[in-house]
């Protein structure tokens, strides 16, 4: 399976990206009037939301109810160039009445450990980690 995505230069540090279905998002590398997510910025975005589906996915499968799902990711990078990152840490907040501890951290283990496809691409150099907690109300 093939995924391409088209990128258009608008000036110096802005560009847009299209997708085959000619959806659009704004990718800027300003420092300051930041207008848009940076590059890396869109990883962290890229990582927590394709575990976020399948999350969902699984909890709705287990016929638990989810009231609501965010996420926080906070990503450190080297110093040096290649300024990649070195940690990740995604944190999910899920509100639930009826999802268990266990089986919220199986799910999320599952998620991000073997489904998510961006989290797979990551090198093995770079040390991600999640957590979760859980609303009942």
Do not use: W
């Not at 399976?1 to 802005?14: Q, S, V, W």
């Not at 899920?94 to 489904?115: F, G």
């Amino acid at each position: 399976m093939e995924t391409t995505i088209d990128l258009h230069f608008k000036e110096e540090e802005a560009y847009y990206a299209t997708n085959t279905s000619g959806n659009r998002i704004e990718i800027d590398m300003y420092q300051d009037d930041k207008q848009a997510m940076s590059p890396t910025e869109l990883l962290l975005s890229g990582v927590i939301a394709c575990a976020a589906v399948d999350i969902a996915a699984m909890i709705r499968k287990r016929r638990k109810t989810l009231i609501d799902l965010k996420g926080k990711a906070t990503g450190t990078r080297r110093n040096e160039h290649p300024r990649k990152f070195t940690d990740i840490h995604i944190q999910y907040d899920i509100c639930s009445p009826d999802l268990s501890e266990e089986e919220a951290a199986k799910i999320i283990d599952l998620a991000v450990e073997k489904y998510c496809s961006v989290a797979a691409t990551l090198n093995e150099t770079t040390n991600l980690t999640h957590g979760f907690s859980i609303k009942k109300d």
